[in-house]
């Protein structure tokens, strides 16, 4: 028996993936204890509240999180039904957190300062496996773990507006125009956006309900304006599959999308590469540079950037990870999400193997698993614990029988530049088959029709990132 056997597992976040892993942990019977820096379960979500998800309950709850709650007595929420942000806190992650089982092992106001190995730097090799791993918090106090599974997500850490993955000049100096993804646009939020001009940047799911609520809100209050700024050259990956989505309000939300464009109720621009941002009284204005060093301008009142998230790791430097120079998630993992890469292919269900590290017993799980990639969903988390849990009880036959069930968005490229709206998968090559079963976030069909209204500043760079399975 190992000296760590008796300690417990620390998962870091009590969101929908860490609330998952707990429930995974009671039923394998073993130890942990979950820290959540906010006050409740679900903090990040709770800031995004206000927003309904395209993905109706039945992929949003985790069977072991269910079986708990059913012997609880709880009454579940309808399985086709959407819920909102809130709903998803109030009518499953708070009641999950008071069961009986998970309660008394949850710390909230507890936030992570760091991770090593209790007596050992990352150099020190010898004995290290055997080691308990030592979390530190803020607040000073200090705690032991068998191991770690870190589901803090990437909510916190927004991508910047700047195009080259740095900040934009003068991007922190203009920060009170600034609004991360998400804001609540018809209700608290209301009165920063109503008669003014935004600009939203980015062309995610996050964009997409943001411009959806700006064009609502103009309806409601003239002198309203919208204008929508993407880097690449089309929007296609933003308006999805419409019909041929196998869940039909993501196909929704981008038809709708391309009504309001079509329409001119939303400006969109292709080609633009933030560049500089600067204030100009009580408006800014936002700089685009070309590739032959010209630039051209936009000013508006504010600027909404929903450009992604990416992961923290500066909590664990102490520990031996083995990290995609690109993505930022293992490098087993990187190949098989890397939008990039991922245009008529598929994200084949993954486990455990592909979460591990140099450093045993740490997992990164749930968005911050998947680094710079916009394809995370739910459920592929629920899995990833699974799996992670399966292995951390011995149980290795469980922990690689990874099996995924995840609805298809009908785009058939992440980054479909210069589509005509043909029909551009068709059938698939003939490949090994991969490691796992299920269906996996497969991208299959064709995009309805060619998108129209565009005014094009500059060509996209190529290679850019896109994502199409985001939630």
């Known amino acids: 028996m190992s000296t760590t056997d008796n300690l417990p597992v620390v998962v870091i976040g009590a969101g929908p993936v860490g609330l998952a892993a707990a429930a995974h942990l009671h039923e394998r019977g073993l130890p942990f204890t979950v820290v959540e820096a906010g006050d409740t379960p679900g903090a990040a979500v709770r800031q995004w509240g206000h927003v309904r998800v395209f993905s109706p309950w039945r992929y949003n709850i985790d069977p072991a999180a269910r079986r708990l709650l059913d012997d609880a007595g709880w009454v579940a929420p309808a399985p086709d039904a959407l819920p909102t942000g809130a709903e998803l806190v109030s009518d499953y992650l708070q009641p999950l957190a008071e069961v009986p089982g998970l309660k008394p092992h949850l710390r909230y106001g507890a936030r992570v300062e760091a991770i090593s190995r209790l007596g050992l730097d990352r150099l020190r090799t010898a004995g290290r496996d055997t080691t308990p791993f030592l979390i530190r918090l803020t607040d000073g106090d200090e705690m032991l773990a068998r191991a770690v599974i ?17 900040p934009a000049r ?16 018809l209700g608290a939020d209301r009165d920063r956006f109503a008669g003014r001009h935004t600009l939203v940047v980015g062309a995610g799911h996050s964009a997409a309900n943001t411009l959806l609520s700006l064009a609502e809100l103009a309806v409601d209050r003239p002198g309203t304006e919208v204008t929508w700024a993407i880097r690449t050259a089309s929007p296609a990956r933003t308006y999805g599959g419409g019909g041929a989505d196998a869940l039909p309000a993501r196909g929704a939300l981008g038809a709708r999308l391309r009504e309001h464009v079509d329409a001119g109720r939303i400006r969109l621009l292709t080609g633009f590469a933030v560049h500089a941002i600067t204030p100009t009284e009580d408006r800014v204005s936002v700089v685009v540079r070309h590739a032959d060093g010209s630039e051209e301008a936009v000013t508006v009142d504010r600027i909404v950037a929903a450009t992604g998230f990416r992961p923290d790791h500066s909590i664990v430097t102490e520990l031996r990870l083995d990290l995609d120079p690109v993505m930022g998630a293992t490098r087993a993992l990187a190949p098989l999400i890397d939008p990039n890469e991922h245009s008529c292919g598929t994200v084949p269900p993954h486990g455990v193997d592909e979460l591990s590290h140099p450093e045993a017993g740490y997992h990164a799980v749930g968005a911050k698993s998947y680094g710079r990639a916009p394809t995370f969903l739910m459920a592929t988390g629920y899995e990833q614990v699974r799996s992670v849990v399966a292995a951390l009880a011995g149980d290795w036959d469980a922990a690689r029988d990874v099996q995924l069930d995840l609805p298809e968005t009908g785009v058939c490229n992440s980054n479909p530049v210069g589509s005509t709206g043909d029909d551009c998968c068709g059938p698939a090559p003939a490949a090994a088959e991969p490691a796992g079963r299920g269906l996996a976030t497969g991208i299959s069909g064709g995009l309805l029709a060619a998108p129209s209204s565009l005014v094009t500043l500059n060509a996209a760079p190529t290679g850019q990132a896109g994502g199409c399975c985001s939630d």
């Open 150 to 166: 870190d589901a803090s997500g990437t909510w916190h850490t927004p991508n910047v507006v700047g195009a080259s993955g740095l």
């Open 170 to 185: 003068g991007e922190s100096a203009a920060a009170a125009f600034l609004e991360h993804a998400l804001p609540d646009v």
